[in-house]
């Protein structure tokens, strides 16, 4: 297993990143941050929105492309929680209420439309049947320079207590974003909520960096503790 601090500081520009995992006490671990380059990425802030997590833009003018900034990173439906880099979010939640799966909705969709980066959206969710949680992972991107192509994976864990899986859209790179490569990386999940948003929020370039949420939640009762950090109040 890979210490998420040491392993968030060797990234220089990570854009977008989803942990999930269980802490050593058993309790579902869910982390989400945003890091940004440009003005408009990073006029945005994280707001709760009940249960779920939304992006307010706090910049006078509208952005470009502003469905690829401004969504919902978490939605919860029943006993899943959605979690996502971008409107998917939406997608998956509609397709579990509509009777579908996180595969089926994801595989309706693709990568972002921005060459020449053509970002990989990254999503995760968390289910819990019967108060043992496992959770799933996916990063669609594009399998061709000129974004002709995309290539779905999926990965699905079983609930390890202390271990967490993390996804990010780049692979930390400045000069040139480079996608996702390879499988989620294994992460040690600390017990602390303090400290495991400490270790996240430290570890993501201090230039870079926009928002950050933390979760934990009882998987029995469903009730959580969560943080919340903006950099650009």
Known sequence: MLDLYSLLRTQKYSGRGIILGTTPSGRIAIAYFIMGRSASSRARRFVRDGRDLAIKYTADKDPEHAELIIYSPIRVLGNKIIVTNGDQTDTVYEALRLGGSFESALKTRCFEPDPPHFTARISGMVTTENGVPSYELSVLKAGDDEGKTCVRSFFMYEKQEGVGHFIHTYMGGTDKLRTFEGEPWEVAIP??????????????DD????ALYVRLSDPATGEY?????NKYE
């Open 191 to 204: 017990d602390g909520i303090d400290e495991f948003t400490n270790a996240v929020w430290n570890g993501i």
């Open 207 to 210: 230039d870079n960096k926009v």
């Open 225 to 229: 503790e969560d943080r919340l950090i």
